[in-house]
């Protein structure tokens, strides 16, 4: 199978506008999903699809895929937005990047 | 309310064994299948196994293959990880999260884990 590959850290202003790439074979065939993680808490699904977000997570939080590259987008970002951020697709196992630390 | 409850944190030794339960509740437990994901110390997100309560069919990553049994009581609504010969690298927080499936119980990719339990860690001792 293969890996997923996201950069290590990303830094924004508060109010900029944030974007993390995850990039993987085949990746483009693929549905992928970010998940927020805060530290002490348990993983929350942010953005899936590649193209839209669950009921309850902000509008400032986008996805989109282009080729084998997906990218969460936050505009608007906001200080409580820092948090470990991961994509995860289906495969014939479960992949999941290496993360990303946001810091704002 | 729909959640996933998770048994207690776990103290081990070196070379044992460590059975973590994961409750749900609130909603149709073999609608979904449950995945096991753990986060180490400075380490990201590992997946560990999937079962689908519904038709049995369990998933294991290569790297864990014959050390990881994940299982499912229906009667219950109750999922299990069961995870052998335990070393420091295994200490982690465990986590279950849950993925709907297909009416035959197959592995549904239009969907993420929307629910997931609040961890249980596992600390491994030598």
């Known amino acids: 199978s293969s890996e997923l590959t996201q950069p290590p850290s990303v830094s924004v202003s508060p109010g900029q506008t944030a974007s993390i790439t995850c990039s993987g074979d085949q990746l483009g065939d693929k549905y992928v999903f970010w998940y927020q993680v805060k530290s002490g808490q348990s993983p929350v699904l942010v953005a899936y699809r590649g193209l839209g977000r669950p009921s309850g997570i902000p509008e400032r939080f986008s996805s989109s895929k282009s080729g084998n590259t997906a990218t969460l987008t936050i505009t608007g970002t906001q200080a409580v937005d820092e948090a470990d951020y991961y994509c995860q697709a289906w495969d014939t196992t479960t992949l999941f990047g290496g993360g990303t630390k946001l810091t704002v | ?126």
């Open chain 2, 1 to 126: 309310q729909v959640q996933l409850v998770q048994s207690g944190a776990e103290v081990k030794k070196a070379g044992a064994s460590v059975k973590v339960s994961c409750k749900a509740s609130g909603f149709t437990f073999d609608r979904y299948g449950i995945n096991w994901v753990r986060l180490a110390p400075g380490q990201g997100l590992q997946w560990m196994g999937w079962i689908s309560p519904k038709s049995g069919d369990t998933q294991y990553p290569q790297r864990l293959q014959g050390r990881v049994t994940v299982t499912a009581d229906t009667s219950t609504g109750t999922a299990y990880l069961d995870l052998r010969s335990l070393t420091s690298d295994d200490t982690a927080v465990y986590y279950c999260a849950r993925v709907p499936v297909s009416p035959r119980g197959r592995l549904n990719y239009f969907y993420g884990m929307d629910v997931w339990g609040q961890g249980t860690t596992v600390t491994v001792t030598s």
